[in-house]
């Protein structure tokens, strides 16, 4: 026989203690106390992006880019007229000039890769790495856990796409000095309206890879592994790209979501004219309301192994 030796006191301060406590459930089926908002900070989820060695080589490599191209330009031979050709022969003409030489040169390719794999990576990583499932549970609703990745993911998008041009406009006024803006038309802007037209050419570069950004994250939230999803997407844009090379497609070359990807080139003009903007902001626009709500609505439905 085992004796248990007991304190009536302890006793009945647990009772009381146990009395004293309330378990119950809000409206939405969760335990009183628990909010949503505190769960995901979008604050930590940056600062976990920005840590990663990706993210950093990345950001370094966009640093480097505008050096790399001051160097290629500045070992090469001199184009020769500065006011005539295209953006490459009007490279070295001003810091602006640089800069919309460099927007030209990565936008085919380079930009619409950084948003497709900040994007691409959110969910699919950490499927990869077999931690989504603990994160559902801890609990983040699956609607605030894709919404806080997405908002993380614009956040560093967005500043790779500043931060290029504004390095290049740096290594612009130091080689190349604050001279006009030259098109390849002709027109000539001054320095203080090619700043404003450069902004503008971001924000736009910005608005138009919003469909590579959804298209991205849907692809992300079908495949476990992030290179699909990143490499999907990329792929997507380059089959754009040549598809719109095709003169035989007439018109509907204009469906394509890559068709207006170059249309910011129309700021740098005295005489500005906004139809392609328009037309490819509302086409970017349209082509991410489809496949964010796909990854939403896939996402929302998917069984989660992983």
Excluded: C
């Amino acid at each position: 026989m085992t004796t248990v030796y007991t304190d009536p006191g302890a006793i009945d301060g647990l009772e009381r203690a146990a009395a004293g406590e309330h378990t119950g459930f809000d409206a939405d089926g969760s335990v009183e106390g628990f909010s949503v908002t505190r769960t995901l900070p979008l604050r930590v989820e940056l600062v976990r992006q920005l840590r990663r060695r990706r993210t950093q080589l990345l950001l370094g490599f966009l640093v480097l880019l505008p050096f790399i191209l001051w160097a290629a330009f500045e070992f090469g031979q001199d184009a020769g007229n500065r006011r005539s050709g295209g953006f490459v022969d009007l490279a070295t003409a001003s810091a602006p000039n640089f800069v919309t030489f460099v927007l030209f040169a990565a936008g085919s390719f380079l930009l619409p890769m950084i948003v497709a794999l900040f994007f691409g990576d959110t969910i699919a990583s950490e499927a990869s790495w077999s931690s989504l499932k603990y994160l559902l549970s801890m609990p983040v609703p699956r609607h605030r856990l894709l919404r806080q990745k997405a908002m993380a993911s614009a956040i560093l998008s967005l500043l790779a796409l500043v931060l290029l041009p504004l390095v290049a406009l740096l290594v612009g006024m130091v080689f190349y000095g604050t001279g006009e803006a030259v098109s390849p038309t002709g027109d000539a802007i001054p320095f203080g309206d090619s700043l404003l037209a450069m902004a503008g050419s971001v924000g736009y570069i910005a608005v138009n890879l919003l469909w590579v950004a959804a298209l991205a994250l849907f692809l992300s939230v079908v495949t476990d592994a992030p290179l699909g999803a990143v490499g999907g997407a990329v792929l997507v844009s380059i089959l754009s790209q040549i598809l719109d090379q095709i003169t035989a497609l007439g018109g509907l070359r204009d469906y394509l979501p890559t068709h207006f990807s170059f249309a910011w080139s129309d700021l740098i003009s005295t005489d500005i004219d906004w139809t392609n903007m328009t037309e490819g902001a509302f086409s970017a626009v349209v082509y991410a309301a489809v496949f964010g709500l796909l990854a939403a609505r896939r996402f929302r439905l998917k069984d989660v192994t992983s």
